[in-house]
């Protein structure tokens, strides 16, 4: 791939095109190496004209939001990122739903339902991400998903076609749904929440935001759980009950407030990250005999 080339092509169709673009700058865990281009579309048509451009010169492509649910290995990603964030964040209420681009703040979106007396988006208060990235994982926090209050969601489809699926065709399920095996693009996606009181609203979110303050390592980066939940089991009790709290591999640390999540003290590497979640999952299957999963989503070449 000529990557000049592909940059001044790109920026003729999307004017926020970057070239040789660090994805520190992208992802909550401050970590990775360079992307060869990441464009910022501002709206469906720029979404669909790069899709077209890089479909046409067989161009690897990959899609992204807020970067809080990502690794980025150190070589970086080779071909374009199309990054679907605060450029394409509107939304509005209607009645007793939100209708909200991919880029959208999950907290944004549950600070005007709150405003609107809308119920049902509590449990995202201090989820960070995107609209996109928390419907393609099915976000949840606190008894709360996505799957709970998704009507229905807009995506570019592999040839360009623009679709729009309802809440059953999500294939919702743990962290998962039909967009984390397929290439589609989210635009827009529906919510459907309910009639509530404000200061009953008001109240589960500040005592949501005071459980996160008091058992999250906040202030640090990371990119939320480190490994998803097993059926009996809790990622969190089995490292500690491991005697993992605080272990380090260079920069990288399993934390010392909540041993679910792995945090960058400043100067990790993705190497350094990625050696610490296989060396958890080493020691915590030789105790209890338990293989945890990561939750993450991981991207680029070593």
Same mark, same amino acid.
């Given at each position: 791939?000529?990557k ?11 004017n ?12 909550s ?24 451009y890089?479909k ?9 939001g ?8 150190d070589?970086?990603? #080779? ?28 907290i ?17 208060c201090?989820?960070?991400?995107s609209?996109?990235?928390a419907v ?11 799957c ?23 294939d ?6 039909i ?26 979110m ?22 998803? #939940? ?11 009950d ?10 990288a640390?399993v ?15 993705t ?21 945890l ?6 991207l680029?070449?070593?």
């Open positions: 791939m000529d000049i080339k592909v940059y001044n092509d790109l920026k003729k169709v999307c926020n095109t970057l070239l040789d673009e660090s994805m520190k700058k992208h992802t865990f401050k970590t990775g190496g360079t992307a060869d281009i990441l464009v910022m579309p501002s709206d469906i048509e720029e979404v669909k004209n790069v899709l077209k890089c046409k010169n067989n161009i690897e492509y990959y899609v992204i807020n970067g809080t649910n990502l690794l980025v290995k070589g970086g990603i #080779r071909g374009v990122v199309i990054k679907i964030s605060y450029n394409m964040n509107k939304f509005e209420v209607r009645d007793d739903r939100i209708i909200a681009d991919a880029g959208a703040s999950i944004a979106l549950a600070q005007v339902a709150y405003k609107n007396g809308l119920s049902g988006l509590e449990f995202a201090g989820i960070p991400g609209v996109g990235g393609r994982m099915n976000a949840g926090a606190f008894k709360g998903e996505m709970n209050i998704v009507e229905k969601t807009t995506y570019l489809n592999n040839e360009g076609n623009i679709v729009q699926i309802d809440n059953k065709a999500h919702f399920s743990y962290r998962d749904s967009f984390g095996h397929n290439p589609y693009i989210i635009l827009q996606s529906v919510f459907k929440l309910q009639k509530g009181n404000i200061e009953e609203i008001k109240e589960k500040e005592y949501n935001t005071k459980i996160r303050k008091e058992k999250q390592p906040l202030g640090t980066y990371n990119a939320g759980s480190s490994f998803k #939940r097993l059926e009996g089991y809790f990622p969190g009790k089995l490292i500690e491991s005697g993992l709290k605080g272990y380090k591999i260079g920069d640390e934390s010392t407030v909540h041993a679910n999540f792995i945090v960058n003290n400043g100067n990790a590497t190497k350094e990250i990625l050696e610490l979640y296989s060396y958890v999952q080493k020691v915590v299957f030789e105790k209890f005999n338990v293989m999963e990561p939750e993450n989503q991981i680029g070449q070593d």
